[in-house]
Nanobody, 122 residues
């Protein structure tokens, strides 16, 4: 079994910064793409940022220039540095990764974290 655990969420004033981290653990064979999603109450879940195993990144237009996604393959972690935060960034942020796990398979399967709350006050 594998798990993703997020950390770093909390309360911050508009214009402030926050750094989210996500750690994968368990019987991991390999991790492909990793990503951060977010979902606010009453709204659909949206992809915020993604990073391939080779380090190629992509971002939601509304966070470009403010958020930076990075990963540490040796530690099986992915982070999201969030600067110049706005009230509209308030949401539960979820870590996601495609992971090959176990001893008898090389197939990749999507794994989700439990989420961490980010609240930006005005």
């Amino acid at each position: 079994q594998v798990q993703l655990v997020e950390s770093g969420g909390g309360l911050v004033q508009a214009g402030g910064s926050l750094r989210l981290s996500c750690a994968a653990s368990g019987s991991i064979r390999s991790i492909d793409a990793m990503a951060w999603y977010r979902q606010a109450p009453g709204k659909q879940r949206e992809l915020v940022a993604a990073i391939t195993s080779g380090g190629i990144t992509s971002y939601l237009d509304s966070v470009k220039g403010r958020f930076t996604i990075s990963r540490d393959n040796a530690k099986n972690t992915v982070s999201l540095q969030m600067n110049s935060l706005k009230p509209e960034d308030t949401a539960v942020y979820y870590c996601n990764a495609n992971i090959a796990y176990g001893l008898g398979s090389i197939a990749f399967r999507p794994v989700w974290g439990q989420g961490t709350q980010v609240t930006v006050s005005s």
